[in-house]
């Protein structure tokens, strides 16, 4: 056991599970996605220094990455997976998935399309807005909750430090920015709130 007197709590879809001993459960939402990375013909086309990141805003909405860490784009469409929980998550691709996306790289982006290099699952857990959730809990202030909404990552650097702040300080300079990410919401404080996973 581990005692604190203040602790960042970013545990995505184990986040209620630790919540529970606080008596606080959040409608979060959990599915199961896929990434791509595709053997380019032409990689050289998709270094960082001549491909943006990128998504495509539809539906479904699809989102990609210049060649980086493997060596090839990634791609996947964004929240195209079956809910789960973290017993049943499967790490199994998905080929009707994997088919929609090599059909929409095809059609829009052909020269990133080659054999796969990788395919590998991952989880997304979402609020009922897909909003974030950075905040401390109301009736626990030494606990700071980060919830990212299936697109935390990008946004790493900047929550890092508005959670230390909070974590360390108890506030950030930053609060009118994150007003919107209460945890006490109203939204969040819905049994069965309406669910929107657009980005």
């Given at each position: 056991m581990h005692r604190t007197g203040r602790i960042v709590l970013a545990a995505d879809a184990w986040t209620n599970d630790l919540l529970a001993h606080l008596g606080l459960t959040l409608p979060l939402t959990i599915t199961r996605e896929q990434v791509t990375y595709f053997a380019s013909p032409d990689p050289g086309l998709f270094a960082p220094d001549r491909f943006p990141v990128w998504i495509w805003m539809d539906e479904p909405s699809f989102y990609?990455?210049?060649?980086?860490?493997?060596?090839?784009?990634?791609?996947?469409?964004?929240?195209?997976?079956?809910?789960?929980?973290?017993?049943?998550?499967?790490?199994e691709v998905n080929r009707a998935a994997h088919a929609r996306l090599y059909a929409f790289m095809e059609r829009h982006l052909p020269e990133a399309v080659g054999p796969d290099l990788l395919t590998k699952t991952c989880i997304y857990t979402l609020t009922p807005e897909r909003d974030f959730v950075v905040d401390r809990l109301p009736d626990h202030p030494g606990?700071?909750?980060?919830?990212?909404?299936?697109?935390?990552?990008?946004?790493?650097?900047?929550?890092?430090?508005?959670?230390?702040?909070?974590?360390?300080?108890?506030?950030?300079?930053?609060?009118?920015?994150?007003?919107?990410?209460?945890?006490?919401?109203?939204?969040?404080?819905?049994?069965?709130?309406?669910?929107?996973?657009?980005?």
């Open positions: 990609g990455f210049p060649t980086y860490g493997e060596p090839g784009p990634k791609a996947a469409q964004d929240v195209g997976g079956e809910e789960c929980t973290i017993p049943t998550r499967s790490f606990v700071v909750l980060a919830l990212g909404a299936g697109h935390g990552f990008k946004f790493a650097s900047v929550l890092g430090r508005i959670l230390g702040e909070l974590a360390i300080e108890g506030e950030t300079p930053s609060a009118g920015e994150i007003e919107a990410f209460k945890v006490d919401r109203p939204i969040l404080r819905e049994a069965r709130p309406p669910m929107s996973f657009r980005i």
